[in-house]
């Protein structure tokens, strides 16, 4: 018999059972999108926040094209956003995404594409509350 590779329970269990699987309204004010790849196996996140006026993350959507820990850390990531202002959100990391999932260090790309995800949409969410914001900055 060949090597077997022992998936992690909670892998498996965001990859049979994904949380917010799902697009929201890309052209909406209140919501920010990140779309986010890795080269190198060729994984594609798509993550997407729905803030409220207090600043909070009311929805979170993804749709993640790889393999399952990609999928199941994309689904983690929408989970745990959910709930937290989007300062919050911007300290949740790849690590403990990783730690969570139970990661093995192969597959630790999927965790970092997730917080890379999050950062995305929460900066594309930024964007879109004062698009002046960047014009200011240029010419600062």
Known sequence: AGVVNVVPR??????ENP?????????????????VGAPACGD????????????????ARFKTFGCGSAIASSSLATEWVKGKTVDEALQIKNTDIAKELCLPPVKLHCSMLAEDAIKAALA???????????????KA
Do not use: F, W
């Open 44 to 59: 594609v996140m798509k993550l997407q926040v729905e803030v409220d006026e207090s600043g909070k993350i009311v929805d």
């Open 19 to 35: 949380r917010n699987v799902g697009s929201l309204d890309r052209n909406a004010k209140n919501v920010g999108t990140g779309l």
């Open 10 to 15: 909670q892998v498996v269990d965001h990859y």
């Open 124 to 138: 594309d969410y930024k964007l879109k509350q004062d698009p002046n914001k960047e014009e200011s900055e240029k």
